[in-house]
């Protein structure tokens, strides 16, 4: 799983060879051979088809590769990009692996989405979903079945029965439960209002079910098919998981404090409300919580924050933080926290009739997003554009705060860098007003609008089909493939990256010096990010407040935008295409040249200002120089002078003791050693006297054991007969206590001769 997060290497190499694959031009073949039959076919169908401008997403990475999907075969296109990044001239550009399906879907795919355990892929339609498992890997370059140009894969259909009965039911949302330990399984949400959890053992049946509205209001159905509820945008349109929490059993109905983990469920309404319910299956069969909500927003807003949301995005951060867009290009940022109990907190909507404290929605910051560019139809006044289209939001694969949106007209990325003063903030003390300071005036967020797909109001939006940022060595890198599959490579904003991640020997140590450039360039009032300031690009278009107080709507963008013509057929008025170079000229030299001018400016005056600072340091270096050589030869004067007063010291303290010695000698009081020694004079004689009497002792005992022998040896007949045994044994004996009595007398000998001397 980690080799999914690996860098690609090779610099920028593969960024200029990828678009010039093999698998581009067979994808545009295959665009262009559509028959006009299948098209026919496609149009007099029952089969409700995608609409035409279904912003679709058919590629995606993992560990080095990128998978694109080929409608026409059926099959993923696999091309690895470190083939692309080697040092040889001429890659082969004609290398790729075709993962073909055994059973391939009968619906058209418009997303394709990996699971969480990066061993299954999800081919999401309107009418259906169908799982693919990847192969196995080996070989020299762990590629699939060990690099077989086209390689078999087993599909699972899901709910299949379930979508060909259900003739006017369509797929709105799906997504993979995000628990990497357990078997799969996959979310839908369908147009019943109804969320569906399958696993990938039991594909037909569903393992949990989330009803999302009751019987009453669903058996009210208009003339067409469509129930009252979804007229009134209060059925649900898309949904996302939050990271892993610890809630209380009374959250699923059960008794007890204890808490158990799960997964928090944001479902986000039409009409901008947002619910909320938890999904826990790590225990057999699973539990599912009481929908809560709708979640209060604050600050309130009559419009509730639109009518027409088409996304939802949980950030994986603590506390949550929920992006919710709509079909109009506005994004609210939400803090997810704690409700107060003076807020309401009685669900209209959840079943159950007791009040549940559930969270409040505290909305950070409003974003609206340039969809369609906005240019100048007279005297400087902009050309209003009622142009609007469903959003999709992205995570970023590596950093937490920051993700990308995808509709018809292009692509944006979304960078909150806000999102660090918001932690450190939220975990200071209630006193401390420097982090909420600082909070107040990070209220900004970075958004750069990669492509754009309908540079002028004429054009017809073309959206893309397919988007993916590579974890590149030299920072985030943006694949987009157009609607002509055309391959656009866009490297990100190095504004917003993630932290970096601690090394394995940082300790949290006070009292370590930190560098003094480090500190630097961490100040405040850094040059360096006073310059980041005055090149900060934005749009012309300036910042207004919102209708309530504190928030605040704001228009940043990136001018790297990549301008796409939607169709080469169509032809531009001369006016717009005019006002098109107008407002990109205009944008160039507000935004770079005259920005670049007064950086310049900036950088002149800074190292004019150094360069007097380097005059004056050198100066004082010289004079630094000079005091250095005067106190060497000091220090050589002074330590001559310590080794003749040493020499002196020495020979005071030689006469200073044989002056001592004299007088010790002439005094009439005895020393403490001199009278030490007396009282060991004092003890010789007692000492003396026990020696004596153990040399008495030991003479006793040696007479004893002479006479004793004289027996023993007498020539008189011996009245007891001993073995040969007894007798040796008798000797060893004798033999021991001759040598210990030999070293008794030896010991008394040395005695004698210490009390003589």
């Given at each position: 799983m980690a080799a999914a997060e690996d860098p690609v290497e090779g610099g920028d190499l593969w960024h200029t060879r990828l678009p010039n694959h093999a698998v581009f031009l067979r994808l545009r073949e295959g665009l262009k051979n559509q028959s006009p039959a299948e098209t026919e076919k496609s149009a007099s169908s029952s089969l409700p088809s995608p609409p035409p401008l279904l912003t679709r997403n058919l590629l995606?990475?993992?560990?080095?590769?990128?998978?694109?999907?080929?409608?026409?075969?059926?099959?993923?296109?696999?091309?690895?990009?470190?083939?692309?990044?080697?040092?040889?001239e001429e890659p082969s550009l004609s290398q790729y692996q075709r993962l073909l399906c055994i059973n391939p879907p009968l619906f058209e795919i418009y997303q394709v989405l990996l699971s969480p355990t990066q061993h299954h892929v999800a081919l999401i339609g309107l009418k259906g979903l169908m799982v693919l498992e990847l192969p196995k890997r080996w070989g020299k370059n762990s590629e699939f079945e060990g690099g077989k140009s086209t390689v078999n894969c087993s599909t699972t259909p899901i709910a299949e029965r379930f979508f060909t009965s259900s003739t006017c039911l369509t797929l709105k949302h799906a997504a993979w439960y995000p628990s990497e330990m357990l078997d799969p399984h996959i979310v839908l949400l369908t147009s019943d209002n109804v969320i569906r959890i399958y696993s990938l053992r039991e594909p037909q049946t569903p393992a949990k079910v989330i009803v999302l509205s009751e019987a009453e209001e669903e058996s009210l159905i208009l003339n067409k098919g469509r129930a009252y509820t979804a007229s009134l945008g209060e059925t649900a349109v898309a949904f996302d998981f939050g990271p892993l929490a610890a809630v209380s059993k009374n959250i699923f109905g059960q008794k007890g404090k204890d808490e158990v983990v799960a997964y928090p469920l944001y479902i986000l309404y039409e009409n901008g409300e947002t619910f909320l319910t938890y999904v826990s299956l790590f225990h057999s069969p699973g539990n599912i919580g009481k929908l809560l909500g709708p979640l209060p927003m604050h600050p309130a807003a009559e419009d509730n924050y639109g009518y027409d949301a088409c996304a939802i995005l949980?950030?994986?951060?603590?506390?949550?933080?929920?992006v919710i867009a709509t079909e109009s290009g506005m994004l609210y940022h939400c803090v997810v926290l704690e409700g107060e109990e003076e807020d309401d907190q009685t669900s209209e909507k959840s079943w159950d009739s007791r009040a549940d404290l559930i969270p409040s929605l505290y909305v950070f910051e409003c974003v609206e997003l340039e969809l369609a560019l906005k240019l100048a139809s007279g005297e400087d006044e902009p050309f209003d554009s009622d142009f609007s289209c469903p959003i999709k939001l992205h995570k970023d694969p590596k950093c937490p705060s920051r993700y990308h949106c995808t509709h018809e007209a292009g692509v944006h990325s979304v960078g909150l860098t806000w999102i660090h003063k918001l932690h450190k903030f939220l975990g200071s003390d209630e006193e401390d007003k420097d982090s909420l300071q600082e909070l107040a005036t990070e209220q900004k967020c970075f958004v750069e609008h990669i492509l754009c797909t309908k540079p002028l109001p004429c054009r017809q939006p073309a959206p893309i089909r397919g988007f993916w940022i590579v974890p590149d060595i030299l920072g985030p890198t943006m694949i987009c493939i157009t609607s002509t599959y055309e391959c656009l490579i866009r490297p990100l904003l190095s504004t917003v990256h993630p932290a970096s991640p601690s090394l394995l020997c940082t300790r949290e140590d006070v009292e370590v010096a930190e560098s003094p450039l480090r500190i630097l360039a961490e100040t405040p009032d850094s040059f360096e990010k006073h310059i980041r300031s005055i090149l900060q690009r934005s749009v012309a278009n300036p910042a207004f407040l919102n209708c309530f107080t504190g928030l605040r709507k704001s228009i940043w963008t990136n001018l790297e935008t990549f301008f796409l013509r939607s169709s080469e057929r169509d032809t531009a008025p001369p006016e717009e295409c005019l006002q098109l170079i107008s407002r990109a000229t205009q944008v160039f030299r507000e935004q770079y040249i005259l920005k670049q001018d007064l950086a310049k400016e900036e950088i002149q005056r800074r190292v004019k200002l150094l360069c007097d600072q380097k005059k004056?340091?050198?100066?004082?270096?010289?004079?630094?120089?000079?005091?250095?050589?005067?106190?060497?030869?000091?220090?050589?004067?002074?330590?001559?002078?310590?080794?003749?007063?040493?020499?002196?010291?020495?020979?005071?303290?030689?006469?200073?003791?044989?002056?001592?010695?004299?007088?010790?000698?002439?005094?009439?009081?005895?020393s403490d050693s001199e009278r030490d020694m007396k009282k060991e004079l004092q003890l010789i004689p007692d000492q003396l006297r026990h020696l004596g009497n153990a040399i008495k002792q030991v003479t006793m005992k040696k007479d004893y054991q002479q006479r004793k022998m004289e027996k023993v040896l007498s020539p008189q007949k011996p009245t007891i007969t001993l073995s040969a045994y007894q007798r040796k044994c008798i000797q060893s004996i004798l033999k021991e206590e001759g040598e210990h009595i030999r070293e008794m007398v030896k010991q008394i000998n040395d005695i004698r001769n210490h009390v003589n001397f």
């Amino acid at each position: 799983m980690a080799a999914a997060e690996d860098p690609v290497e090779g610099g920028d190499l593969w960024h200029t060879r990828l678009p010039n694959h093999a698998v581009f031009l067979r994808l545009r073949e295959g665009l262009k051979n559509q028959s006009p039959a299948e098209t026919e076919k496609s149009a007099s169908s029952s089969l409700p088809s995608p609409p035409p401008l279904l912003t679709r997403n058919l590629l995606f990475g993992l560990g080095g590769e990128i998978f694109l999907w080929d409608r026409e075969g059926s099959s993923f296109l696999v091309v690895r990009l470190r083939s692309l990044s080697g040092s040889s001239e001429e890659p082969s550009l004609s290398q790729y692996q075709r993962l073909l399906c055994i059973n391939p879907p009968l619906f058209e795919i418009y997303q394709v989405l990996l699971s969480p355990t990066q061993h299954h892929v999800a081919l999401i339609g309107l009418k259906g979903l169908m799982v693919l498992e990847l192969p196995k890997r080996w070989g020299k370059n762990s590629e699939f079945e060990g690099g077989k140009s086209t390689v078999n894969c087993s599909t699972t259909p899901i709910a299949e029965r379930f979508f060909t009965s259900s003739t006017c039911l369509t797929l709105k949302h799906a997504a993979w439960y995000p628990s990497e330990m357990l078997d799969p399984h996959i979310v839908l949400l369908t147009s019943d209002n109804v969320i569906r959890i399958y696993s990938l053992r039991e594909p037909q049946t569903p393992a949990k079910v989330i009803v999302l509205s009751e019987a009453e209001e669903e058996s009210l159905i208009l003339n067409k098919g469509r129930a009252y509820t979804a007229s009134l945008g209060e059925t649900a349109v898309a949904f996302d998981f939050g990271p892993l929490a610890a809630v209380s059993k009374n959250i699923f109905g059960q008794k007890g404090k204890d808490e158990v983990v799960a997964y928090p469920l944001y479902i986000l309404y039409e009409n901008g409300e947002t619910f909320l319910t938890y999904v826990s299956l790590f225990h057999s069969p699973g539990n599912i919580g009481k929908l809560l909500g709708p979640l209060p927003m604050h600050p309130a807003a009559e419009d509730n924050y639109g009518y027409d949301a088409c996304a939802i995005l949980c950030l994986p951060c603590i506390p949550n933080i929920l992006v919710i867009a709509t079909e109009s290009g506005m994004l609210y940022h939400c803090v997810v926290l704690e409700g107060e109990e003076e807020d309401d907190q009685t669900s209209e909507k959840s079943w159950d009739s007791r009040a549940d404290l559930i969270p409040s929605l505290y909305v950070f910051e409003c974003v609206e997003l340039e969809l369609a560019l906005k240019l100048a139809s007279g005297e400087d006044e902009p050309f209003d554009s009622d142009f609007s289209c469903p959003i999709k939001l992205h995570k970023d694969p590596k950093c937490p705060s920051r993700y990308h949106c995808t509709h018809e007209a292009g692509v944006h990325s979304v960078g909150l860098t806000w999102i660090h003063k918001l932690h450190k903030f939220l975990g200071s003390d209630e006193e401390d007003k420097d982090s909420l300071q600082e909070l107040a005036t990070e209220q900004k967020c970075f958004v750069e609008h990669i492509l754009c797909t309908k540079p002028l109001p004429c054009r017809q939006p073309a959206p893309i089909r397919g988007f993916w940022i590579v974890p590149d060595i030299l920072g985030p890198t943006m694949i987009c493939i157009t609607s002509t599959y055309e391959c656009l490579i866009r490297p990100l904003l190095s504004t917003v990256h993630p932290a970096s991640p601690s090394l394995l020997c940082t300790r949290e140590d006070v009292e370590v010096a930190e560098s003094p450039l480090r500190i630097l360039a961490e100040t405040p009032d850094s040059f360096e990010k006073h310059i980041r300031s005055i090149l900060q690009r934005s749009v012309a278009n300036p910042a207004f407040l919102n209708c309530f107080t504190g928030l605040r709507k704001s228009i940043w963008t990136n001018l790297e935008t990549f301008f796409l013509r939607s169709s080469e057929r169509d032809t531009a008025p001369p006016e717009e295409c005019l006002q098109l170079i107008s407002r990109a000229t205009q944008v160039f030299r507000e935004q770079y040249i005259l920005k670049q001018d007064l950086a310049k400016e900036e950088i002149q005056r800074r190292v004019k200002l150094l360069c007097d600072q380097k005059k004056k340091q050198l100066e004082d270096l010289n004079y630094c120089r000079e005091e250095r050589k005067s106190l060497r030869e000091m220090a050589e004067r002074l330590a001559d002078k310590y080794e003749e007063a040493k020499e002196r010291q020495e020979d005071i303290m030689n006469r200073m003791k044989k002056v001592l010695h004299s007088f010790h000698s002439q005094l009439p009081v005895l020393s403490d050693s001199e009278r030490d020694m007396k009282k060991e004079l004092q003890l010789i004689p007692d000492q003396l006297r026990h020696l004596g009497n153990a040399i008495k002792q030991v003479t006793m005992k040696k007479d004893y054991q002479q006479r004793k022998m004289e027996k023993v040896l007498s020539p008189q007949k011996p009245t007891i007969t001993l073995s040969a045994y007894q007798r040796k044994c008798i000797q060893s004996i004798l033999k021991e206590e001759g040598e210990h009595i030999r070293e008794m007398v030896k010991q008394i000998n040395d005695i004698r001769n210490h009390v003589n001397f």
